[in-house]
């Protein structure tokens, strides 16, 4: 049998080994440039690394935004219920601004009046011109009944407050009633002029405007004269302020003077009014 043949295995070894030395050395050494095998698999594995770099980073800003569009979503939330409540507080101090001459008022005539007051809030109104008729939040409990005559304080003068006429009770339950202003074409109500004690009639219409005559052709009244209830008929409350006359208007035909009258209290923005109990 020859060399070869007999130590054939481990030559075989011997040359295997020999060449893994020699690659080791090779691949260990610096070099200045790439050999084919390497440029290769750099070329096919450069690409794929810029696409799965590029996708991991955009699946980490995916996230990254919906994380963001959660707190966005939370902040605008919590900003939407801090302006709501911001709103509300507006409202409620322009509220307060807008009653400020009510409130005074109401704490002077309190102070000074010589009537019982029953302090009622409005919590109804009736369908069409609201100002004729409102519910109230006060009844036989509280000591109202049917024909109360109905107020609010008003500034006659300059700090002078004294009861001005709003209505009175025409319907009455445990604890509540219902107010027909002056406005309303039901009311008839007896005033006399404080400045020359003449006195007359006058009622609401269906334009919200008041208006009246004198029982006399020839009285002395003018624009800007003060009408206070004279009490004739019962029908309210004497000596509460009524308002002021506007016009003045001679009649020839029916020979007698009649009156346009701006009422004592703003009807527009009543919402709260006391009423004279017994």
Known sequence: MSFFNKNKERMMVTAVAIILIVMIGITSTERMALNKFEKLVGNILTPIGKISNSIGK???DFFGNLKNIAKLKEENESLKKQIAQLEQENRNYLEIIGRTDYLKNEAKLLDKTSFNLVSAQIVGIEP??????????????????????VVQGIEIEQNTIIEGIVGRVVDVGDNWAKVVTVVDESNRIAFKVLRTQDGGIMSGSIDGKI??????????????????TSGLGGAFVKDIYVGEV?????????????????????????????VISD
């Open 246 to 274: 506007e016009e003045v208007v001679s009649d020839d035909e029916d020979l007698m003077k009649k009156i346009q009258v701006k009422p004592a209290i703003n009807l527009k923005k009543i919402y709260k009014v006391f």
């Open 211 to 228: 208006s009246g005559y004198l029982f006399d052709d020839k009285a002395d009244i003018i624009k800007g004269d003060k009408l206070f």
């Open 128 to 149: 069409g011109n609201w100002f004729d008729r409102f519910t109230i939040d006060k009844g036989l409990k509280d000591g109202i009944k049917k024909g109360s005559t």
């Open 58 to 60: 955009n699946i980490s």
